[in-house]
Protein backbone atom coordinates (compact mmCIF):
# COMPACT_ATOMS: atom_id res chain seq x y z
CA UNK A 1 0.00 0.00 0.00
CA UNK A 2 1.32 3.59 -1.08
CA UNK A 3 1.99 5.65 2.18
CA UNK A 4 1.77 9.99 2.98
CA UNK A 5 1.95 12.41 5.81
CA UNK A 6 -0.63 14.36 3.73
CA UNK A 7 -2.92 13.84 1.23
CA UNK A 8 -4.73 16.35 -0.83
CA UNK A 9 -8.16 14.94 -2.69
CA UNK A 10 -8.15 17.12 -6.05
CA UNK A 11 -5.93 18.93 -7.73
CA UNK A 12 -8.08 22.26 -8.44
CA UNK A 13 -6.81 26.16 -7.04
CA UNK A 14 -7.45 25.12 -3.34
CA UNK A 15 -5.81 21.57 -3.44
CA UNK A 16 -2.59 22.69 -5.42
CA UNK A 17 -2.35 25.68 -2.87
CA UNK A 18 -2.91 23.55 0.06
CA UNK A 19 -0.31 21.02 -0.93
CA UNK A 20 2.23 23.59 -1.80
CA UNK A 21 1.95 25.36 1.79
CA UNK A 22 2.48 21.60 3.04
CA UNK A 23 5.06 20.63 1.07
CA UNK A 24 6.69 23.97 1.92
CA UNK A 25 6.67 23.16 5.66
CA UNK A 26 8.94 19.75 5.08
CA UNK A 27 5.92 17.40 4.70
CA UNK A 28 5.60 14.58 2.19
CA UNK A 29 2.23 15.00 0.32
CA UNK A 30 0.79 13.31 -2.78
CA UNK A 31 -2.29 14.87 -5.04
CA UNK A 32 -4.92 12.17 -5.89
CA UNK A 33 -6.72 14.08 -9.21
CA UNK A 34 -9.90 12.42 -10.57
CA UNK A 35 -9.18 13.71 -13.92
CA UNK A 36 -6.52 13.19 -15.93
CA UNK A 37 -4.52 16.14 -15.48
CA UNK A 38 -4.75 19.21 -12.60
CA UNK A 39 -6.63 22.77 -12.85
CA UNK A 40 -8.77 22.25 -15.62
CA UNK A 41 -10.91 24.64 -13.57
CA UNK A 42 -8.75 27.10 -13.26
CA UNK A 43 -7.57 26.68 -17.00
CA UNK A 44 -11.04 27.83 -17.76
CA UNK A 45 -11.72 30.89 -15.41
CA UNK A 46 -11.33 34.74 -16.59
CA UNK A 47 -12.01 33.46 -20.03
CA UNK A 48 -8.90 32.12 -19.90
CA UNK A 49 -7.11 35.74 -18.40
CA UNK A 50 -7.82 34.02 -15.24
CA UNK A 51 -9.55 36.85 -12.61
CA UNK A 52 -7.20 35.26 -10.09
CA UNK A 53 -8.61 37.91 -6.91
CA UNK A 54 -9.75 40.96 -6.02
CA UNK A 55 -8.46 44.25 -4.04
CA UNK A 56 -11.72 44.43 -2.68
CA UNK A 57 -12.09 41.08 -1.20
CA UNK A 58 -10.62 41.69 2.46
CA UNK A 59 -13.14 44.98 2.39
CA UNK A 60 -15.64 43.41 1.32
CA UNK A 61 -16.47 40.43 2.90
CA UNK A 62 -19.79 40.27 3.81
CA UNK A 63 -21.02 42.07 1.18
CA UNK A 64 -19.26 39.57 -1.46
CA UNK A 65 -19.32 36.34 0.05
CA UNK A 66 -22.66 34.05 0.38
CA UNK A 67 -22.72 31.07 3.27
CA UNK A 68 -21.54 30.94 6.87
CA UNK A 69 -18.75 31.35 8.89
CA UNK A 70 -16.19 32.20 5.99
CA UNK A 71 -14.80 35.53 7.26
CA UNK A 72 -12.37 34.35 9.83
CA UNK A 73 -10.75 32.13 7.05
CA UNK A 74 -10.61 35.44 4.82
CA UNK A 75 -9.41 37.09 7.75
CA UNK A 76 -6.85 34.07 8.70
CA UNK A 77 -5.44 34.48 5.55
CA UNK A 78 -6.21 38.00 3.77
CA UNK A 79 -5.30 39.05 0.34
CA UNK A 80 -1.96 40.30 1.03
CA UNK A 81 -1.04 36.71 2.20
CA UNK A 82 -2.26 35.32 -0.91
CA UNK A 83 -0.47 38.03 -2.97
CA UNK A 84 2.52 36.81 -1.52
CA UNK A 85 1.86 32.95 -1.91
CA UNK A 86 0.96 34.29 -6.00
CA UNK A 87 4.48 35.54 -5.79
CA UNK A 88 6.20 33.31 -3.96
CA UNK A 89 5.44 30.32 -7.34
CA UNK A 90 5.86 33.11 -9.89
CA UNK A 91 3.22 35.06 -10.79
CA UNK A 92 3.11 38.98 -10.69
CA UNK A 93 -0.47 40.14 -11.20
CA UNK A 94 -2.09 43.76 -12.52
CA UNK A 95 -5.40 45.29 -11.26
CA UNK A 96 -8.10 45.84 -13.90
CA UNK A 97 -11.64 47.86 -12.99
CA UNK A 98 -13.28 47.01 -9.43
CA UNK A 99 -10.56 45.68 -7.59
CA UNK A 100 -10.21 42.73 -10.77
CA UNK A 101 -6.88 40.97 -9.87
CA UNK A 102 -4.81 39.48 -13.11
CA UNK A 103 -1.68 37.62 -13.31
CA UNK A 104 0.17 39.59 -15.94
CA UNK A 105 0.90 36.97 -18.18
CA UNK A 106 -2.43 37.48 -18.42
CA UNK A 107 -3.23 33.68 -19.36
CA UNK A 108 -4.38 31.44 -17.12
CA UNK A 109 -2.35 28.53 -18.10
CA UNK A 110 0.53 30.44 -16.96
CA UNK A 111 -0.63 30.21 -13.77
CA UNK A 112 -1.61 26.31 -13.51
CA UNK A 113 1.95 25.97 -14.92
CA UNK A 114 3.57 27.78 -12.45
CA UNK A 115 1.96 26.02 -9.73
CA UNK A 116 2.63 22.74 -11.01
CA UNK A 117 6.29 23.38 -11.75
CA UNK A 118 6.24 24.12 -7.54
CA UNK A 119 4.51 21.00 -6.92
CA UNK A 120 7.33 19.53 -9.29
CA UNK A 121 9.76 21.41 -7.39
CA UNK A 122 8.46 20.62 -3.89
CA UNK A 123 8.59 16.67 -4.54
CA UNK A 124 4.61 16.53 -4.46
CA UNK A 125 3.53 13.67 -6.23
CA UNK A 126 0.22 13.96 -8.17
CA UNK A 127 -1.35 10.87 -9.25
CA UNK A 128 -4.06 11.84 -11.80
CA UNK A 129 -7.16 9.54 -13.26
CA UNK A 130 -7.24 8.80 -9.61
CA UNK A 131 -11.38 9.41 -8.49
CA UNK A 132 -11.32 9.18 -5.24
CA UNK A 133 -14.51 6.40 -3.67
CA UNK A 134 -13.78 6.83 0.08
CA UNK A 135 -12.17 8.03 3.44
CA UNK A 136 -11.95 5.77 6.20
CA UNK A 137 -10.83 6.68 9.75
CA UNK A 138 -8.30 3.79 10.98
CA UNK A 139 -6.76 5.20 14.40
CA UNK A 140 -3.93 7.90 13.86
CA UNK A 141 -4.45 7.63 9.86
CA UNK A 142 -6.88 7.37 6.75
CA UNK A 143 -7.24 4.59 4.32
CA UNK A 144 -7.75 6.39 1.27
CA UNK A 145 -9.51 4.44 -2.20
CA UNK A 146 -9.04 5.33 -5.24
CA UNK A 147 -9.76 4.33 -8.92
CA UNK A 148 -6.22 2.30 -9.50
CA UNK A 149 -5.30 2.05 -5.65
CA UNK A 150 -5.42 2.73 -2.20
CA UNK A 151 -3.29 5.45 -0.45
CA UNK A 152 -2.67 5.02 3.68
CA UNK A 153 -1.62 8.85 4.65
CA UNK A 154 -1.84 10.81 8.01
CA UNK A 155 -3.44 13.68 7.34
CA UNK A 156 -6.47 14.37 4.49
CA UNK A 157 -7.39 17.37 2.89
CA UNK A 158 -10.81 17.56 1.00
CA UNK A 159 -10.19 19.52 -2.24
CA UNK A 160 -12.99 18.41 -3.88
CA UNK A 161 -14.34 21.25 -5.42
CA UNK A 162 -17.91 22.15 -6.25
CA UNK A 163 -20.89 20.57 -8.37
CA UNK A 164 -20.25 23.75 -10.76
CA UNK A 165 -19.14 22.96 -14.29
CA UNK A 166 -19.39 19.05 -14.36
CA UNK A 167 -17.47 19.49 -18.41
CA UNK A 168 -14.72 20.84 -16.30
CA UNK A 169 -14.81 18.35 -13.38
CA UNK A 170 -17.39 19.83 -10.97
CA UNK A 171 -18.95 16.62 -9.60
CA UNK A 172 -20.84 15.91 -6.02
CA UNK A 173 -18.04 13.43 -4.86
CA UNK A 174 -16.99 15.39 -1.88
CA UNK A 175 -20.44 16.14 -0.28
CA UNK A 176 -20.76 12.34 -0.67
CA UNK A 177 -17.43 11.08 1.01
CA UNK A 178 -17.99 14.13 3.41
CA UNK A 179 -21.34 13.49 4.47
CA UNK A 180 -20.47 9.91 4.55
CA UNK A 181 -18.19 11.15 7.78
CA UNK A 182 -20.36 12.81 9.37
CA UNK A 183 -20.30 15.94 7.81
CA UNK A 184 -23.59 18.17 6.85
CA UNK A 185 -23.97 19.94 3.70
CA UNK A 186 -26.69 22.40 2.26
CA UNK A 187 -27.93 20.79 -1.35
CA UNK A 188 -25.87 22.94 -3.79
CA UNK A 189 -27.33 25.09 -5.98
CA UNK A 190 -25.67 26.39 -9.53
CA UNK A 191 -24.26 30.26 -9.05
CA UNK A 192 -23.03 32.96 -11.53
CA UNK A 193 -25.07 31.75 -14.00
CA UNK A 194 -27.79 33.21 -16.71
CA UNK A 195 -31.65 32.89 -14.90
CA UNK A 196 -34.05 31.46 -17.40
CA UNK A 197 -36.85 33.60 -17.73
CA UNK A 198 -40.14 32.61 -19.18
CA UNK A 199 -41.02 36.01 -20.98
CA UNK A 200 -41.46 35.46 -24.89
CA UNK A 201 -39.98 38.74 -26.30
CA UNK A 202 -36.81 37.38 -25.32
CA UNK A 203 -36.63 35.22 -28.40
CA UNK A 204 -36.41 38.58 -30.76
CA UNK A 205 -33.96 40.07 -28.31
CA UNK A 206 -31.45 37.03 -28.62
CA UNK A 207 -27.82 38.13 -28.81
CA UNK A 208 -28.34 41.56 -27.97
CA UNK A 209 -26.09 43.48 -25.00
CA UNK A 210 -27.17 46.55 -23.62
CA UNK A 211 -25.36 48.52 -20.27
CA UNK A 212 -28.65 48.88 -18.04
CA UNK A 213 -29.34 48.28 -13.86
CA UNK A 214 -30.57 44.85 -13.49
CA UNK A 215 -32.63 44.43 -9.93
CA UNK A 216 -33.69 40.24 -8.13
CA UNK A 217 -37.03 41.17 -6.74
CA UNK A 218 -38.67 38.98 -4.40
CA UNK A 219 -42.32 39.35 -3.12
CA UNK A 220 -41.94 43.06 -3.80
CA UNK A 221 -38.84 43.79 -2.16
CA UNK A 222 -35.24 44.24 -4.20
CA UNK A 223 -32.75 41.92 -3.01
CA UNK A 224 -30.23 43.01 -4.93
CA UNK A 225 -29.54 45.60 -7.83
CA UNK A 226 -26.46 45.81 -9.96
CA UNK A 227 -25.37 47.50 -12.77
CA UNK A 228 -23.40 46.31 -16.43
CA UNK A 229 -23.74 44.19 -19.20
CA UNK A 230 -26.80 42.53 -19.82
CA UNK A 231 -27.05 39.71 -22.36
CA UNK A 232 -30.46 38.87 -23.95
CA UNK A 233 -30.50 34.85 -24.87
CA UNK A 234 -33.01 32.88 -26.62
CA UNK A 235 -34.68 31.83 -22.98
CA UNK A 236 -32.62 33.77 -20.17
CA UNK A 237 -31.27 36.76 -19.23
CA UNK A 238 -27.37 36.15 -18.86
CA UNK A 239 -24.23 38.84 -18.17
CA UNK A 240 -21.96 39.43 -15.36
CA UNK A 241 -24.85 41.71 -13.21
CA UNK A 242 -27.06 38.60 -13.64
CA UNK A 243 -24.51 36.19 -12.52
CA UNK A 244 -24.24 38.87 -9.39
CA UNK A 245 -28.03 38.13 -8.93
CA UNK A 246 -28.16 34.36 -9.55
CA UNK A 247 -25.97 34.13 -6.37
CA UNK A 248 -28.47 35.64 -4.15
CA UNK A 249 -31.48 33.65 -6.05
CA UNK A 250 -29.50 30.21 -5.21
CA UNK A 251 -29.88 31.06 -1.75
CA UNK A 252 -33.33 33.28 -1.52
CA UNK A 253 -34.39 32.27 -4.99
CA UNK A 254 -36.63 35.63 -6.00
CA UNK A 255 -39.72 36.20 -8.67
CA UNK A 256 -38.15 38.32 -11.22
CA UNK A 257 -35.44 40.30 -12.90
CA UNK A 258 -36.44 43.96 -13.12
CA UNK A 259 -34.49 46.03 -15.78
CA UNK A 260 -34.07 49.73 -15.64
CA UNK A 261 -32.79 50.38 -19.27
CA UNK A 262 -31.96 54.10 -18.77
CA UNK A 263 -30.38 54.37 -15.05
CA UNK A 264 -29.75 57.77 -15.20
CA UNK A 265 -33.14 58.86 -15.70
CA UNK A 266 -35.96 59.09 -12.95
CA UNK A 267 -39.36 58.10 -14.79
CA UNK A 268 -39.97 61.52 -14.63
CA UNK A 269 -37.36 62.78 -16.22
CA UNK A 270 -37.29 60.21 -19.07
CA UNK A 271 -41.24 61.25 -19.78
CA UNK A 272 -40.30 64.60 -19.82
CA UNK A 273 -37.21 63.42 -22.39
CA UNK A 274 -39.99 61.71 -24.22
CA UNK A 275 -41.94 64.56 -24.29
CA UNK A 276 -39.68 66.71 -25.87
CA UNK A 277 -38.23 63.67 -28.51
CA UNK A 278 -42.10 63.43 -29.86
CA UNK A 279 -42.27 67.67 -30.39
CA UNK A 280 -38.57 67.00 -32.40
CA UNK A 281 -39.10 63.23 -34.42
CA UNK A 282 -43.11 64.07 -35.02
CA UNK A 283 -43.24 61.87 -38.44
CA UNK A 284 -40.66 59.44 -37.30
CA UNK A 285 -42.57 56.04 -36.74
CA UNK A 286 -43.04 54.93 -33.31
CA UNK A 287 -40.88 51.78 -34.01
CA UNK A 288 -38.18 53.97 -34.39
CA UNK A 289 -38.50 56.30 -31.31
CA UNK A 290 -36.22 55.40 -28.93
CA UNK A 291 -34.07 53.77 -31.90
CA UNK A 292 -31.07 56.87 -31.22
CA UNK A 293 -31.22 55.99 -27.06
CA UNK A 294 -30.82 51.52 -26.84
CA UNK A 295 -30.49 49.25 -29.02
CA UNK A 296 -33.16 48.57 -31.86
CA UNK A 297 -34.27 45.25 -30.74
CA UNK A 298 -34.80 46.52 -27.86
CA UNK A 299 -36.31 49.59 -28.66
CA UNK A 300 -38.94 47.94 -30.57
CA UNK A 301 -39.73 45.25 -28.06
CA UNK A 302 -40.58 48.57 -25.57
CA UNK A 303 -42.61 50.57 -27.65
CA UNK A 304 -44.62 47.45 -29.12
CA UNK A 305 -45.69 47.44 -25.42
CA UNK A 306 -47.44 51.12 -25.70
CA UNK A 307 -48.11 51.80 -29.22
CA UNK A 308 -48.27 50.44 -33.02
CA UNK A 309 -44.51 50.58 -34.23
CA UNK A 310 -45.77 52.60 -37.86
CA UNK A 311 -47.90 55.21 -35.35
CA UNK A 312 -46.05 58.38 -35.98
CA UNK A 313 -44.20 59.27 -33.13
CA UNK A 314 -45.77 62.93 -33.01
CA UNK A 315 -49.27 61.01 -32.06
CA UNK A 316 -47.69 59.41 -28.92
CA UNK A 317 -50.00 60.61 -25.94
CA UNK A 318 -48.76 61.40 -23.15
CA UNK A 319 -50.49 58.37 -21.31
CA UNK A 320 -48.42 56.00 -23.95
CA UNK A 321 -45.19 58.18 -22.88
CA UNK A 322 -45.68 57.77 -19.28
CA UNK A 323 -46.19 53.95 -19.33
CA UNK A 324 -43.19 53.70 -21.77
CA UNK A 325 -40.82 55.57 -19.13
CA UNK A 326 -42.08 53.42 -16.67
CA UNK A 327 -41.71 50.01 -18.62
CA UNK A 328 -38.42 50.83 -19.80
CA UNK A 329 -37.55 51.96 -15.69
CA UNK A 330 -39.29 48.10 -14.47
CA UNK A 331 -38.95 46.23 -17.35
CA UNK A 332 -40.02 42.50 -15.57
CA UNK A 333 -39.22 39.27 -16.69
CA UNK A 334 -40.23 36.45 -14.63
CA UNK A 335 -37.63 33.71 -13.62
CA UNK A 336 -38.40 30.50 -13.87
CA UNK A 337 -35.10 29.00 -12.49
CA UNK A 338 -31.40 29.01 -12.76
CA UNK A 339 -29.63 27.59 -16.08
CA UNK A 340 -28.16 23.92 -15.68
CA UNK A 341 -25.14 23.23 -13.96
CA UNK A 342 -22.94 23.30 -16.91
CA UNK A 343 -23.37 27.18 -16.98
CA UNK A 344 -22.78 27.73 -13.61
CA UNK A 345 -19.75 29.30 -12.28
CA UNK A 346 -19.57 28.17 -8.64
CA UNK A 347 -21.34 26.21 -6.40
CA UNK A 348 -23.77 27.88 -3.56
CA UNK A 349 -23.99 26.01 -0.52
CA UNK A 350 -21.94 23.14 -0.07
CA UNK A 351 -20.67 21.52 3.49
CA UNK A 352 -20.84 23.91 6.62
CA UNK A 353 -18.35 25.51 8.36
CA UNK A 354 -19.02 25.72 11.86
CA UNK A 355 -17.72 21.95 11.58
CA UNK A 356 -14.30 23.17 10.74
CA UNK A 357 -12.39 25.13 13.55
CA UNK A 358 -10.57 28.04 12.36
CA UNK A 359 -7.54 26.06 11.27
CA UNK A 360 -9.86 24.30 8.88
CA UNK A 361 -10.05 20.96 10.53
CA UNK A 362 -12.88 18.70 11.05
CA UNK A 363 -14.23 19.17 14.33
CA UNK A 364 -15.70 15.59 14.00
CA UNK A 365 -12.65 14.08 12.45
CA UNK A 366 -9.75 14.69 13.51
CA UNK A 367 -6.72 14.94 10.69
CA UNK A 368 -9.27 15.69 7.80
CA UNK A 369 -8.75 19.29 6.62
CA UNK A 370 -10.99 21.21 3.85
CA UNK A 371 -10.73 23.94 1.43
CA UNK A 372 -12.18 25.84 -1.51
CA UNK A 373 -15.16 25.26 -2.94
CA UNK A 374 -16.75 22.12 -1.45
CA UNK A 375 -17.45 24.08 1.75
CA UNK A 376 -20.19 26.26 2.12
CA UNK A 377 -19.01 30.17 0.70
CA UNK A 378 -19.42 31.36 -2.48
CA UNK A 379 -18.22 34.70 -3.61
CA UNK A 380 -19.47 36.87 -6.90
CA UNK A 381 -18.21 37.02 -9.75
CA UNK A 382 -14.74 39.32 -9.77
CA UNK A 383 -12.14 37.11 -8.67
CA UNK A 384 -13.55 36.81 -5.18
CA UNK A 385 -13.80 32.36 -5.21
CA UNK A 386 -10.04 32.24 -6.81
CA UNK A 387 -9.32 34.27 -3.29
CA UNK A 388 -11.32 32.02 -1.37
CA UNK A 389 -10.07 29.02 -2.99
CA UNK A 390 -6.38 30.38 -2.47
CA UNK A 391 -7.18 31.60 0.99
CA UNK A 392 -8.80 28.27 2.23
CA UNK A 393 -6.01 25.81 0.93
CA UNK A 394 -2.87 28.16 2.31
CA UNK A 395 -4.24 27.83 5.55
CA UNK A 396 -5.71 23.88 5.14
CA UNK A 397 -2.26 23.00 3.41
CA UNK A 398 -0.17 24.82 6.47
CA UNK A 399 -2.38 23.73 9.42
CA UNK A 400 -2.04 19.71 7.84
CA UNK A 401 1.68 20.01 7.86
CA UNK A 402 1.17 21.38 11.60
CA UNK A 403 -0.83 19.22 12.43
CA UNK A 404 1.81 16.23 12.03
CA UNK A 405 4.13 18.21 14.76
C1 LIG B 1 -15.89 28.87 -16.55
C2 LIG B 1 -15.45 29.32 -15.17
C3 LIG B 1 -14.81 30.54 -15.03
C4 LIG B 1 -14.43 30.97 -13.75
N1 LIG B 1 -13.74 32.15 -13.65
C5 LIG B 1 -13.35 32.57 -12.41
C6 LIG B 1 -12.56 33.75 -12.28
O1 LIG B 1 -12.13 34.37 -13.28
N2 LIG B 1 -12.23 34.16 -11.02
C7 LIG B 1 -12.63 33.47 -9.89
O2 LIG B 1 -12.32 33.90 -8.79
N3 LIG B 1 -13.31 32.30 -10.01
C8 LIG B 1 -13.67 31.84 -11.23
N4 LIG B 1 -14.35 30.65 -11.34
C9 LIG B 1 -14.60 29.86 -10.11
C10 LIG B 1 -13.32 29.14 -9.68
O3 LIG B 1 -12.72 28.53 -10.80
C11 LIG B 1 -13.59 28.06 -8.62
O4 LIG B 1 -14.31 28.62 -7.55
C12 LIG B 1 -12.29 27.45 -8.10
O5 LIG B 1 -11.58 26.86 -9.16
C13 LIG B 1 -12.56 26.42 -7.03
O6 LIG B 1 -11.36 25.79 -6.68
P1 LIG B 1 -11.40 24.38 -5.95
O7 LIG B 1 -9.99 23.94 -5.79
O8 LIG B 1 -12.23 24.45 -4.73
O9 LIG B 1 -12.17 23.43 -6.95
P2 LIG B 1 -11.76 22.94 -8.42
O10 LIG B 1 -10.91 23.94 -9.09
O11 LIG B 1 -13.03 22.54 -9.07
O12 LIG B 1 -10.87 21.66 -8.15
C14 LIG B 1 -11.40 20.48 -7.59
C15 LIG B 1 -10.65 19.31 -8.17
O13 LIG B 1 -11.03 18.14 -7.48
C16 LIG B 1 -11.14 17.08 -8.42
N5 LIG B 1 -12.03 16.04 -7.87
C17 LIG B 1 -13.38 16.09 -7.72
N6 LIG B 1 -13.82 14.92 -7.20
C18 LIG B 1 -12.73 14.14 -7.02
C19 LIG B 1 -12.56 12.82 -6.53
N7 LIG B 1 -13.57 12.06 -6.13
N8 LIG B 1 -11.30 12.34 -6.46
C20 LIG B 1 -10.23 13.08 -6.87
N9 LIG B 1 -10.34 14.32 -7.36
C21 LIG B 1 -11.59 14.86 -7.44
C22 LIG B 1 -11.71 17.76 -9.65
O14 LIG B 1 -11.43 16.99 -10.82
C23 LIG B 1 -10.97 19.09 -9.64
O15 LIG B 1 -9.78 19.07 -10.39
C24 LIG B 1 -14.72 30.18 -12.59
C25 LIG B 1 -15.34 28.95 -12.76
C26 LIG B 1 -15.71 28.52 -14.03
C27 LIG B 1 -16.37 27.18 -14.18
Known amino acids: MKRTEIAVIGGGASGLAAAINAARLGRKVVILEAQNRVGRKLLATGNGRCNIANTLSDKKINECYHGKNFAPILMAAPLSEVIDFLKSVGISLRQEADGRLYPRSEQASAVLDLLRLETESLGIETICDARVNSIEPHGDHFKITYDGGVLESQKVIAAFGGAASPQLGGCEDGYTILKKLGHKASSPKPSLLPLLCSSKILRSLKGVRIHCDVSLVKSGKVLRRESGE ?145 LDCDGDCGGYNLRWAWSSGIIAGRSAAEGLK
Open 230 to 374: LQFTENALSGIAVFQLSSVYARIGGDYISVDVFPEYSTGSLFKLFSDMRSALKKLPAGDFLSGLVNKRVAQSLIKQVSPLELPSGKLSDIQLKKLASISKDWQFDITGPADWKQAQVTSGGVFLDQFDSRLESRLVPGLYACGEL
